[in-house]
């Protein structure tokens, strides 16, 4: 059963550094997304994707947030210049057309020191 | 405005015995509703939906979800809890025409064999 994969699975990173998280799509979906889950916390929406543009993002998605499909199959979030407080759980989903169900991928957790 | 809660930060109930998580919503317009389940360090798994029609929805894993229009409920139910059932159980709810899902804070469901 295809799956939404993301890598890497963990990543620790200097406060003020870029990172960059990667996330592949299941492959005829075309609605993709980024949420993410401070520890112990609920799962809050960051961005929407839709058509090479984003669709809808929320207040957390910020000026140091941004998004990119890259090629065909890749969807990456990038944080310019991370904050101890960006320290979360990142989930990417997708959907299909026609569908309101998102499917999510096992998530990325980011650490920054 | 979408709003999500689930009354109950922990449920525990007895291998054998039926299960109820339960959630109430708050949205604008007709409600898509769902159920996500997360093991420990994995990500969010689909369980089941309501989008229309039966009020009853069946999903994986033997879970079901009855949705109730008037009490604006959407509590998630199982007739025999098994312990691998143990997990982190989400609401979610989406507006119509929205794109982004909206959770609860979850609720953690332990089996006791």
């Known amino acids: 059963e295809p799956e939404v994969t993301q890598t890497p699975s963990h990543q620790v990173t200097q406060m003020g550094q870029e990172v960059i998280l990667r996330c592949v799509p299941i492959?005829?979906?075309?609605?993709f997304y980024w949420y993410r889950q401070i520890l112990g916390q609920k799962v809050e929406f960051l961005v929407s994707?839709?058509?090479?543009?984003?669709?809808?993002k929320s207040e957390i998605f910020d000026d140091q947030f941004s998004v990119e499909r890259p090629d065909g199959s890749n969807f990456t979030l990038k944080i310019r210049s991370t904050k101890l407080e960006d320290s979360a759980m990142y989930f990417c989903?997708?959907?299909?057309?026609?569908?309101?169900?998102?499917?999510f991928g096992p998530g990325t957790r980011l650490l920054v020191l | 405005a979408q709003s999500v809660a689930q009354p109950e930060d922990q449920v525990n109930v007895a291998e054998g015995n039926p299960l109820t998580v339960k959630c109430t919503y708050s949205?604008?317009?007709?409600?898509?509703l769902f159920w996500y389940v997360q093991y420990p360090n994995r990500g969010l798994q689909f369980l089941l939906k309501?989008?229309?029609?039966?009020?009853l929805v069946k999903g994986s894993y033997g879970f079901e979800a009855e949705f109730n229009k008037s009490q604006t409920s959407f509590h998630l139910k199982k007739p025999s809890a098994l312990v691998s059932d143990s997990a982190l159980y989400f609401c979610?709810?989406?507006?119509?025409?929205?794109?982004?899902?909206?959770f609860g804070t979850g609720t953690r469901l332990t089996v006791i064999p």
């Open positions: 989903a997708s959907n299909p057309t026609g569908s309101e169900t998102q499917y």
């Open positions: 492959s005829n979906h075309l609605y």
């Open positions: 994707f839709y058509n090479n543009e984003i669709s809808e």
């Open positions: 949205v604008s317009g007709n409600p898509y």
């Open positions: 309501y989008i229309t029609g039966d009020n």
């Open positions: 979610a709810v989406k507006g119509t025409g929205a794109n982004n899902l909206f």
